[in-house]
């Protein structure tokens, strides 16, 4: 190996090491953050973990560890006589473990199945998954909905816009597909129909996806997390078909903090199995007066109830 190269080597891996050294205290942090999502603080704790993590998982970084370990493997009996020096590795080892964790939960999976999606049992007792709507506004129509989103989008950090195929088109597409935007969190596709008789909006389908991910509102995330959310999703609508849209745009905005919220049955934010986020949203009625219940958070592996 050349001069030249292994400076660059050992240079790319001791800029790891001070970043890493940096950012070793932000995964506690983020896991015990009591904090909202749209915190400045943390988003930008995000970006740098995951740039980060793309460059550990950089093609020069890989090599310069792999080259590193087998230095380290002709030369162990004197890296062991230096207990500090060993002290410190374990330490990084110990960061990049956690680092790990925490970005298996957002690794690409296999594609699963052809079939988009996937089978739910109907529950034969019929109940809705969504609150009791009694004193709710009408179920928003059709001809509401632009109105709607105005208004969303002044009022909600969370953003909607109407999706569609051709640029510029005034008439409003029959199903219509609205896109769903939590910052750096997901973004999700929300089809909904309606009819001349009844211009009420039905939804069909939510379909989530990361932030990044570039793909047609029909597809599927590549990422467990958001598959796992499109899937509990589906669960819901199909509990309650007729679902107002205002009424699924509150369950929504609750996913501000997928990341963040602890599961309210096991208390962890990743889940023991799978490494996954609360992907489950349980509507918790409450006793007292005046108050309305909430969306508690919750593993789809943890008991749901
Ligand atoms: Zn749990």
């Known amino acids: 190996m050349d001069v030249e190269k292994l400076s660059s080597m050992i240079n790319s891996l001791s800029d790891l090491q001070s970043r890493l050294h940096n950012l070793r205290n932000v995964p506690p942090l983020l896991l015990k953050s009591s904090l909202p999502f749209?915190?400045?603080?943390?988003?930008?704790?995000?970006?740098?973990?995951?740039?980060?993590a793309d460059t550990i998982r950089s093609d020069p970084v890989q090599e310069a560890l792999a080259a590193a370990a087998t230095s380290e493997k002709a030369d162990k009996s004197d890296l062991n006589r230096n207990g500090r020096r060993e002290m410190r590795k374990r330490r990084h080892a110990h960061a990049l473990f956690?680092?790990?964790?925490?970005?298996?939960?957002?690794?690409?999976?296999?594609?699963?199945?052809?079939?988009?999606?996937p089978y739910i049992p109907y529950d034969k007792r019929g109940s809705s998954l969504f609150p009791p709507t009694t004193d709710d506004p009408p179920p928003l129509r059709a001809d509401e909905l632009a109105n709607y989103i105005r208004e969303y989008n002044r009022t909600s950090s969370c953003k909607l816009h109407i999706w569609t195929r051709i640029r510029g088109a005034t008439q409003l597409s029959n199903p219509v597909i609205v896109r769903f935007t939590i910052r750096d969190v997901l973004v999700c596709y929300i089809t909904m129909a309606y009819t001349a008789a009844d211009p009420i909006l039905l939804t069909e389908s939510v379909t989530a996806f990361g932030p990044r991910e570039k793909k047609s509102p029909h597809s599927q995330s590549d990422f467990l997390v958001y598959q796992s959310l499109s899937q509990q999703i589906a669960k819901m609508l199909q509990s309650h078909p007729r679902v107002s849209f205002q009424s699924l745009m509150n369950l929504m905005t609750t996913y501000e903090g997928i990341f963040i919220d602890r599961c309210t049955s096991c208390e962890r934010v990743l889940s023991a199995e799978g490494h996954v986020p609360p992907v489950v949203r349980l509507w918790m009625d409450t006793t007292k007066a005046n108050e309305k219940g909430q969306w508690q958070p919750r593993h789809a592996s943890c008991p749901q109830t």
Not at 38 to 52: A, G, P, W, Y
Not at 98 to 117: D, E, K, T
């Open 98 to 117: 956690v680092l790990h964790l925490r970005f298996q939960a957002l690794s690409r999976r296999p594609p699963s199945p052809p079939s988009p999606q």
């Open 38 to 52: 749209s915190s400045l603080s943390i988003r930008n704790d995000f970006q740098q973990l995951k740039e980060l």
